[in-house]
């Protein structure tokens, strides 16, 4: 079936000046065009951390929409507890999404978007420039590691991510909305957290 976002041309980001975090925030903000961007109410590029470890998630939920924050609905205070456990606050951590915009009725971001937001994800990482990445869910690790890739065999491992010359550890761990739906899973994200805490000490 054709996807009715393939007449979508990628974002030529390499050939924009978009090498600083708030160049690359004025540009998805204002001059990025996607379908998406028509039924979001904010664009959520990230909270105002200024920390170095940089946690990525999937895409706005309702009430990231609303706010136009990441991660402050139901799974964003579940995420919140588990750094919470090895003393990091949200403060203390940098967090964003591939996808900047609400998909309509929360549904999973589609590998068309996944594509199209993926340039613009690893300017990001780029701008960012952080010491540790945290990947949050398979969807996101799909998108940046690779298609074929199982999270519940891959997280909890550091993975290194090479960008334009540079690499970055990056560690996959599981999305929050999947620990709420099983909780059971909770145990392995903290020893997760602390495989991060080693890494950052
Ligand atoms: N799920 C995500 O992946 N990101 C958010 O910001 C909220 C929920």
């Known amino acids: 079936m054709t996807s009715k976002y393939n007449y979508l041309a990628k974002p030529r980001i390499y050939y924009q000046n978009l090498d600083t975090l708030d160049r690359l925030r004025e540009y998805v903000s204002q001059k990025l065009e996607h379908p998406l961007k028509a ?3 904010n664009t959520v590029f990230s909270n105002n951390g200024t920390s170095d470890i940089m946690i990525i998630g999937e ?20 995420l919140m507890k588990i750094f919470e456990s090895i003393g990091l606050t949200r403060e203390k951590l940098y967090i964003t999404n591939l996808v900047p915009w609400r998909p309509p009725l929360n549904r999973n971001p589609t590998f068309e978007e996944m594509d199209f937001f993926l340039p613009i994800m690893k300017k990001h990482i780029r701008c960012k420039d952080p010491k540790v990445i945290v990947l949050l869910g398979g969807i996101i690790t799909k998108a940046l590691i690779s298609k074929d890739i199982v999270i519940s065999k891959v997280r909890g491992t550091f993975i290194d ?15 929050p909305s999947y620990l709420l739906r099983s909780p059971m899973m909770k145990k392995l994200a903290w020893e997760d957290m602390c495989t991060l805490k ?4």
Request: net charge negative.
């Open 39 to 41: 039924t979001a109410k």
């Open 59 to 78: 895409a706005p939920g309702a009430d990231e929409d609303e706010q136009g924050q990441p991660f402050v609905g139901r799974s964003g205070q579940l």
């Open 161 to 175: 991510l090479e960008i334009e010359g540079k690499t970055y550890k990056v560690l996959p761990s599981f999305h």
């Open 198 to 201: 080693k890494e950052i000490i």
